[in-house]
């Protein structure tokens, strides 16, 4: 299966959705099949809030080979306004302009280009406020 495919392949990826369990209310994202925190098996998907908060934070300025053009740029762990955490590039920023506690927007945008061909991956960033 190729990149894109697999990708496309992920609604996850494109809409930021999560499982939220029916009988504790936890968000897991991506999505589970069993809450790690009451063993239910019973979700419920619903789209995550857009705006959040950075919890922590690092520059990366050695990147791997696919992201040496944007070196150097920042890579933030946030929570959403939702309680749900997680990892992703901030956008137009090489990290000078962060803080732990800065608002953040969750956005679609695109994440790199593969190969030769070209072809454009696209996800989720956060961009400051």
Aim: proline share 5%.
């Amino acid at each position: 299966m190729s990149v894109p495919k697999y990708w496309r392949e992920i609604p996850q990826r494109y809409r930021l959705e999560a499982g939220k369990c029916k009988k504790c209310g936890k968000l897991h994202y991506p999505p589970r099949l069993i809450c790690d925190a009451c063993k239910s098996e019973e979700f419920e998907l619903v789209r995550c809030a857009d705006e959040a908060t950075i919890i922590s934070y690092t520059v990366i300025h050695t990147p791997p080979s696919q992201f040496k053009d944007q070196a150097p740029y920042a890579i933030a762990i946030i929570e959403t306004s939702d309680g749900l955490r997680t990892m992703m590039q901030v956008a137009d920023s090489d990290g000078s302009d962060l803080a732990i506690g800065k608002k953040v927007r969750l956005q679609f945008r695109k994440i790199q280009e593969e190969g030769q061909s070209g072809i454009i991956a696209y996800g989720h960033k956060a961009s400051l406020v």
